[in-house]
């Protein structure tokens, strides 16, 4: 059902209201330029803001529109994701498109299509082709989000070496006078939590925030190297800008919109599984192994079959092998420029290790790392992905660690126009070729694994490879409102080994299992070395091992950005819930109230923080406590500092 209205008009004000009518949005041509407001409740979340381009060689698109037509629609849908943390998502909105030419002699045609949905407001720019206008270099986009300056926000900064890998700052909007990323959450004065993000970022630079001259929050598209925001052409249109819209900090870590806002697949990947792995990786990290061939070499033949049959005895079905190709001698930040993708070391046999695997039913997680060296790894590429599907890899972990992406003589942003189409590159042809992906120093997640299911997993955040003194227990407690609002992470989980002298982990362990519920991975690690597992803490691993990487539902409990966040999750496969807590450095009581879960009697298993457990000087401190309980349950748990909790709620 729509309407459409032809209207031609230079003067325009009108209010639309979401499906339920707590969200409206109000626009206004005014002054030949168009501008939108968001209001929740009547109360106003973002002031009125212009919309426009600005192109190379071109007048600007923003002060000379007229709309032409007007066209509304109503859609509501219940969408079924194959994986993630919620299977079904709502799709429900009311859209509004402005079909807009130019008053002057120039009669440039474009459309904004606006959504409003009761919890999120989205819009993008669609640009046909026209004579005279064919294909545009992007200078800048002006669309501004004007929020309360006086609102708290989140922050990390963006067009920075280490990507998306730093500490989150709290500061007021009124700071960002530098870029930040997206999802940038902030809390109103009047109360709400909004997260600023987009939703379907392909061929297009990563949209980062900052503050303008008028002191508007606006959209600040990260550069190509020829100082373009990006080359299209016509037909183009940007992707969503996404406005997620909560009354608490809890409620804003279900919003699915940006998922809603992509399409679904067009073939078939019914062969997708999630996926949870044990890897030759963190003995590296901590100076056991190394990713060079020599005499601690990691990713021999020998290490391989050894690390499969010990995911056999742990029930892990996946192994990531790490360092087997060559390049990683030297400097390998400096030498990656030369790693082969399709050259194994001397002392690893892919097809061997992959022909054990395959026996016993493990996947292999294969590797590839970059370096950023976008252009000699595209020219391997195909060879290279298909050697991993002849030998029946169907994962791929790859990774970017540089400061920049290098090709061809440029040095260009990971999270511009060339970075983005390079992630996507290899999330088709992987696609292809049925292989999944985990893309460390990826661009951020913008919801497009509704299309592409194959790409299970991302970094692009501090993970877990920052222990040993750059991670705060504050980090983990800040994620949940912010980065992974753009989706799953592979975070490195189930550290056990917390007092090693090289990468001494700041954290309980019981906090170490909490994070396979507070973190979500389509493929989730169990990123310690199996001895840590099989010979110390056997009992522990139980969680590990019988955790979901697949959601039914989700279901926040309690948290407030910084502080704290505990959620529930129901496995995807049976009426097994789950429920992980995270504090910062604060100890903490949390009190649970179980009637999230379904009719029935469970049988509730607790790892919990001792009462005297500290993420400093006392973190193996923990108790396992088992329990029958139901719906009407309630349970106090403790939280040490820097500590946490899981529970696994087993249907009896
Ligand atoms: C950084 C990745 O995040 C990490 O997981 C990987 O081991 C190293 N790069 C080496 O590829
Ligand atoms: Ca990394």
Redesign the pocket.
């Given at each position: 059902m729509f309407k459409w209205a032809p209207l031609r008009k230079a003067e325009f004000h009108q209010n639309f209201s979401s499906p339920n009518g707590r969200v409206v949005c109000q626009f206004a041509l005014k002054n030949n330029q168009i501008s939108y407001a968001v209001f929740r409740d009547n109360r106003p979340v973002i002031k009125s803001s212009l919309l426009g381009f600005k192109f190379f060689g071109e007048a600007l698109l923003q002060d000379n529109l007229k709309i032409i037509r007007l066209r509304e629609q109503k859609h509501r849908e219940t969408i079924e994701m194959p994986w993630g943390e919620d299977r079904f998502i709502k799709n429900d909105y009311h859209e509004i498109t402005f079909y807009f030419s130019e008053s002057n002699n120039k009669h440039r045609i474009f459309t904004i299509r606006f959504r409003i949905f009761d919890n999120a407001v989205a819009f993008r720019y669609e640009i046909p082709p026209q004579p005279n206008f064919r294909r545009i270099s992007i200078e800048d986009e002006l669309t501004e989000f004007n929020i309360d300056l006086n609102s708290v926000a989140w922050k990390i900064p963006a067009l920075q070496p280490d990507r998306y890998e730093y500490n989150y700052e709290k500061c007021s909007v009124y700071d960002l006078s530098y870029a930040v990323h997206t999802p940038l959450t902030v809390r109103t004065p009047n109360g709400y939590y909004v997260s600023i993000h987009e939703a379907a970022l392909y061929d297009y630079g990563s949209m980062n925030l900052k503050l303008n001259s008028k002191h508007a929050l606006k959209s600040d598209i990260t550069p190509l190297s020829d100082g373009a925001k990006a080359h299209v052409d016509l037909p183009f249109q940007t992707p969503w800008r996404l406005i997620m819209l909560a009354d608490s900090a809890i409620e804003l870590t279900t919003n699915r919109t940006m998922y809603a806002l992509n399409d679904p697949p067009e073939s078939d990947f019914s062969w997708v599984k999630t996926l949870k792995f044990i890897g030759i990786?963190w003995a590296m990290y901590v100076g056991e192994w190394t990713w060079a061939p020599g005499e601690k070499h990691g990713a021999t033949t020998k290490h391989a079959k050894e690390y499969i049959d010990a995911a056999i005895r742990l029930g892990v079905s996946g192994l990531l092998i790490?360092g087997w190709n060559e390049g990683w001698e030297g400097n390998w930040l400096e030498n990656g420029k030369n790693n082969s993708f399709i050259v194994s070391t001397p002392d690893f046999n892919l097809q061997e290790v992959a022909a054990y695997a395959k026996s016993h039913n493990i996947e292999i997680v294969g590797h590839h790392?970059t370096v950023g060296f976008v252009d000699n790894y595209e020219k391997q590429l195909e060879s290279a992905y298909n050697i991993y599907a002849a030998a029946g890899v169907h994962y791929i972990k790859t990774?970017y660690?540089n400061d920049m992406m290098y090709a061809n003589g440029r040095k260009e942003y990971h999270h511009s126009q060339f970075g983005v189409k390079h992630y996507q590159k290899t999330i088709e042809l992987a696609a292809r070729k049925h292989i999944c992906l985990d893309i460390?120093?990826p661009i951020k997640g913008t919801g497009i694994e509704r299309t592409w299911p194959n790409l299970l997993s991302r970094?692009g955040a501090r993970?877990q490879?920052y222990e040993g003194g750059s991670l705060s227990p504050t980090h983990a407690c800040i994620l949940p409102y912010t980065r992974l609002l753009s989706g799953g992470m592979d975070y490195t989980s189930g550290i056990f080994d917390l007092q090693n002298n090289i990468k001494p982990i700041f954290t309980t362990l019981a906090r170490q299992l909490a994070y396979y519920i507070v973190i979500y991975s389509g493929m989730q690690m169990a990123a310690d070395r199996p001895r840590f597992y099989e010979d110390k803490f056997p009992k522990l691993f139980e969680f590990i091992r019988d955790v979901p990487t697949n959601f039914e539902r989700t279901v926040p409990l309690a948290g407030e950005i910084g502080e704290y966040y505990i959620v529930a999750r129901k496995d995807y496969y049976s009426d097994d819930w789950y429920v992980g807590g995270v504090t910062n450095s604060d100890s903490r009581k949390a009190h649970l109230n179980l009637d999230f879960l379904d009719q029935g009697e469970y049988l509730a298993k607790i790892y919990v923080d001792s009462e005297n457990a500290h993420y400093k000087n006392n973190p193996f401190g923990m108790e396992i406590l088992e329990q029958k309980v139901n719906q009407k349950s309630t349970l106090t748990l403790q939280m040490a500092p820097g500590g946490g909790f899981a529970i696994q709620f087993r249907r009896l």
């Open positions: 990786w790490e790392e990774g660690a460390h120093e970094e993970g490879e």
